[in-house]
């Protein structure tokens, strides 16, 4: 190959590359809020920072409704997802716990950090082990990439999703939007919402 050939098939190389960049769509971004407003064609939701944000609806627009469980109903072999604090020791706190239906199981699986406060992870796991505390729960959790201790007070809240629908979507509502720029514009792929003010705690 000629350098003139070399040179030219290099630029067709790199323009390939910055065009799949570009388009590239922007990753999901995870807003807690109020909803102030909803039209089955744009959710306007004003977030924790006080923002108040207007969201167009995704084609695949799905719903889930965030309901309270107990503790005890967590038990080996449950799969459950738990923003937690690192501890000194190495364990984690958890500050909530979600336990999954058996459905989303293998959901996110894995241990990465987490936005719901400064320092905070997220561990999708299954249980493989729990042992009562005298208040709270310590949990091991397994997944693909390793293990690890959770300690879970008495008072975190312990909640699970099942389907819900749009009627759920109405002003003073509690929720967690995960949503995405799409041509610059904020578009929500997915409500989990609470009812009669009952907030998403994950």
């Known amino acids: ?3 003139l050939a070399r040179s030219f098939a290099t630029a067709l190389l790199t ?4 065009v799949a960049h570009a ?13 102030e407003s909803f039209d089955n064609t744009t959710l306007v939701v004003k977030e924790r ?3 108040v944000l207007r ?3 995704a084609d695949t627009f799905a719903v889930n ?3 309270p469980t107990e503790l005890a109903s967590i038990q080996a072999g449950s799969y459950i997802g738990t923003a937690a604090m690192p501890q000194a020791d190495g364990t984690l706190q ?17 241990h990465y950090p987490w936005d719901l406060q400064p320092g905070s992870t997220m561990t999708n796991a299954t249980v ?3 042992v009562g505390q005298a208040k709270g729960r310590t949990l091991t959790l397994r997944y693909k990439d390793g293990e690890k201790k959770v300690l879970v007070p008495e008072g975190v809240p312990v909640v699970t999703v099942k389907p819900g629908d749009r009627a759920l979507l109405v002003p003073g509502a509690k929720v967690l939007v995960t949503a995405q720029l799409r041509d610059g514009k904020p578009v929500a792929l997915r409500v989990i919402a609470g009812r009669n003010g009952f907030a998403p705690p994950m």
């Open 128 to 130: 493989a082990d729990v």
């Open 15 to 18: 323009l390939a590359v910055t």
């Open 1 to 3: 190959m000629t350098l």
């Open 49 to 51: 920072s006080g923002e």
């Open 65 to 67: 409704e965030v309901v």
């Open 94 to 110: 958890a500050l909530e716990v979600l336990v999954f239906p058996e459905q989303a199981r293998g959901s996110g699986e894995g």
């Open 23 to 35: 388009q590239t769509p922007a990753a999901p971004q995870r807003l807690r809020g109020t909803i």
């Open 55 to 57: 969201l167009a609806l």
